[in-house]
């Protein structure tokens, strides 16, 4: 059997690490390669790097705060925000990602999903889906979450899969930073709509959360955020606890 991921989530903007609550609020937390090593020592499985307001404001993104987390971790590190063309993605790759995870330019160009997985390896390119619920549904947001773009998320999660992408970084709009848990209904209808991972993100308060999307949501890997910033929880204290679950986890000794 496959082992559950635990990924800590770096949300970055103007090279600092920040937290807010469902894409609002935001407040600084520390600094981009000090918390990666540490989640690392802690045996995170992988880090995810947001800059969350490159889309938003236009501009690429932060490739030094990258390199130099980059430079800090012998886990896989997906680097996600700005990421707007083929070219930002060999960018981003070659500065020591290793995967990209793409939103705004996927839908605005969805060959573009095709074109990087030929090129880079399906493994390397991560779509992010950004899902807030409307009515029985949830629809696609862009833009660090600012722009519906009338999609509905698990058709286009089936598009994605389709088109190539070697993963899926599924959040939960209404519940990011809620710390009341993940979209269970969500992540299941997309883990079920796909046959690649899929990263269940946004909603996680407690250890109870991440069991729950792991087991009831099937989710492959959770990402969180809250718990690891503020010292609730290290990465070490929640794999000990997935593990007398019976989840598997990869733990090391120390």
Not at 11 to 19: A, I, L, M, T, Y
Not at 24 to 42: F, S, T, W
Not at 120 to 138: L, T
Request: net charge negative; charged share 25%.
């Amino acid at each position: 059997m496959l082992t559950k991921r635990i990924i800590p989530c770096l949300d970055v903007r103007n090279g600092e690490v920040v937290k807010g609550i469902c894409f609002k609020q935001l407040k600084g937390v520390g600094d981009p390669p000090e918390l990666a090593r540490a989640y690392q020592a802690q045996t995170a499985d992988e880090i995810v790097f947001l800059d969350i307001t490159a889309s938003l404001d236009a501009r690429d993104t932060m490739l030094d705060v990258v390199q130099k987390t980059a430079e800090q971790l012998f886990i896989p590190l997906t680097v996600g925000g700005g990421i707007r063309s083929f070219a930002d993605v060999r960018k981003t790759l070659s500065r020591g990602a290793d995967k990209t995870s793409i939103n705004t330019a996927a839908l605005s160009n969805p060959k573009l999903i095709t074109e990087c997985s030929d090129a880079f390896g399906s493994q390397c390119i991560v779509v992010a889906i950004d899902a807030k619920r409307v009515g029985d549904s949830w629809q696609v947001h862009t833009h660090s979450g600012t722009k519906p773009t009338g999609m509905d998320a698990v058709e286009w999660a089936k598009e994605v899969c389709e088109r190539g992408c070697g993963e899926i970084l599924l959040t939960s709009m209404d519940a990011d930073g809620t710390k009341m848990g993940y979209d269970i209904e969500l992540t299941k209808k997309v883990v079920r709509s796909v046959n690649i991972p899929v990263i269940a993100s946004g909603g996680c308060g407690t250890i109870e959360h991440i069991i729950d999307v792991l087991k009831n949501g099937e989710a492959d890997a959770a990402l969180a955020a809250s718990i690891f910033h503020y010292g609730q929880h290290t990465v070490r204290e929640v794999k000990a606890i997935l593990a007398k679950e019976g989840i598997p986890v990869r733990i090391e000794e120390g």
